[in-house]
């Protein structure tokens, strides 16, 4: 069964521009989550998607969005980047939301760089 | 709203020995899970255990077990026999259960060493 994939693997873009990412879920998981992870601020939550909507979002401006796909899939975008969003964004997808132990399977992350 | 506090910027084990990572949580959720991931160089994040709060016994997967001290809101990650590919760093993450959702609350992580 495949993983979690997310493309690109690197990324480098200059301040102003924008940028999407995506993530393929595993096959049969509905849900999604978006983390940016930095140096400075660890993993942070950005959103969770579960069947085309929104379910969830973290304390992020709103130059950062996301969709989700009929088929799971995930996309999302920052818009006017800025040197601070230099992260690793990580995806995440599980099999449902809500209860129990539902754990999250990570892909291996794009990691953006803003110059 | 839920945090988590791992002490341990970085810990220091021989290959064979046993680690403790420390996970402390705060929460005002009656029902929760806690995680512990492994994020090695590459950066993906590997699960490795799970507890539940109502759990009436301590998880264990293999070498790694959970030390869940729930009164003193704790979930130390025990792992035994070190090995050198257990060098990487340590989440510990907290969700709410039941829940419509699956964000994750991650620590600040501890990054294991392991030498020969």
């Known amino acids: 069964k495949a993983g979690v994939t997310q493309t690109p693997r690197y990324l480098i873009k200059t301040r102003g521009q924008q940028v999407t990412l995506s993530c393929s879920p595993i096959?049969?998981?509905?849900?999604v989550s978006w983390y940016q992870q930095t140096p400075g601020q660890g993993l942070q939550f950005l959103f969770e998607?579960?069947?085309?909507?929104?379910?969830n979002k973290g304390n992020f401006p709103g130059r950062f969005s996301g969709r989700q796909f009929s088929n799971s899939r995930s996309e999302m975008n920052v818009s006017t980047l800025e040197l601070g969003d230099s992260a690793l964004y990580l995806c995440?997808?599980?099999?449902?939301?809500?209860?129990?132990?539902?754990?999250?399977?990570f892909g291996p992350g794009t990691r953006l760089t803003v110059t | 709203a839920q945090k988590i506090t791992q002490t341990q910027p970085g810990m220091f084990v021989q290959e064979k020995e046993a680690v403790t990572l420390d996970c402390t949580y705060d929460t005002s959720d009656p029902s929760y899970g806690l995680f512990w991931y492994k994020q090695p160089s590459s950066g993906e994040m590997i699960f490795l255990i799970y507890q539940g709060s109502y759990d009436q016994q301590n998880a264990t997967e293999g070498r790694y077990s959970l030390n869940f001290q729930k009164a003193r809101k704790s979930a130390n990650l025990v792992i035994s026999a070190s090995q050198l590919g257990d060098s990487a760093m340590y989440f510990c993450?907290?969700?709410?259960?039941?829940?419509?959702?699956?964000?994750?609350?991650f620590g600040k992580g501890t990054m294991l060493l392991v030498s020969p």
């Open positions: 998607y579960f069947s085309e909507t929104q379910r």
């Open positions: 995440a997808s599980s099999l449902t939301s809500g209860t129990g132990n539902y754990e999250q399977y």
């Open positions: 993450a907290m969700r709410r259960a039941p829940s419509g959702y699956s964000t994750l609350t």
């Open positions: 096959s049969g998981h509905r849900s």
